[in-house]
Nanobody
Framework: QVQLVESGGGLVQPGGSLRLSCTVS???????MAWYRQAPGKQRELVAR???????KYLDSVKGRFTISRDNVPGAVYLQMDSLKPEDTAVYYC????????WGQGTQVTVSS
């Protein structure tokens, strides 16, 4: 059973930055990984994906502001978030992509003045 632990969220003003971290119980070598988010009243959406050769893909609304990265051993995935906007407010989760693992608890990101 893979365990995912997200951290690094918090309250930040518009224009600010946060760095999210996700630790995985085991290696993620050979596995596509992603960050997802879920805002209140909305469906969970894929924010950023990183392949095994570190190719990345982003949701249009975060392109140029967010950067996903990874360490395979030990398994960890990161999301650097810059120029944050109020609409980025959500609970952020990491998982494999496509998602087949159980979800972690997520980390709350709130962008507000």
């Amino acid at each position: 059973q893979v365990q995912l632990v997200e951290s690094g969220g918090g309250l930040v003003q518009p224009g600010g930055s946060l760095r999210l971290s996700c630790t995985v119980s085991g290696t993620i070598f050979g596995i596509y990984m992603a960050w997802y988010r879920q805002a209140p009243g909305k469906q969970r959406e894929l924010v950023a994906r990183i392949t095994t050769d570190r190719s990345t893909k982003y949701l249009d609304s975060v392109k140029g502001r967010f950067t996903i990265s990874r360490d395979n051993v030990p398994g960890a995935v990161y999301l650097q978030m810059d120029s944050l906007k109020p609409e980025d407010t959500a609970v952020y989760y990491c998982n494999n992509c496509p998602n087949t693992w159980s979800w972690g608890q997520g980390t709350q990101v709130t962008v507000s003045s």
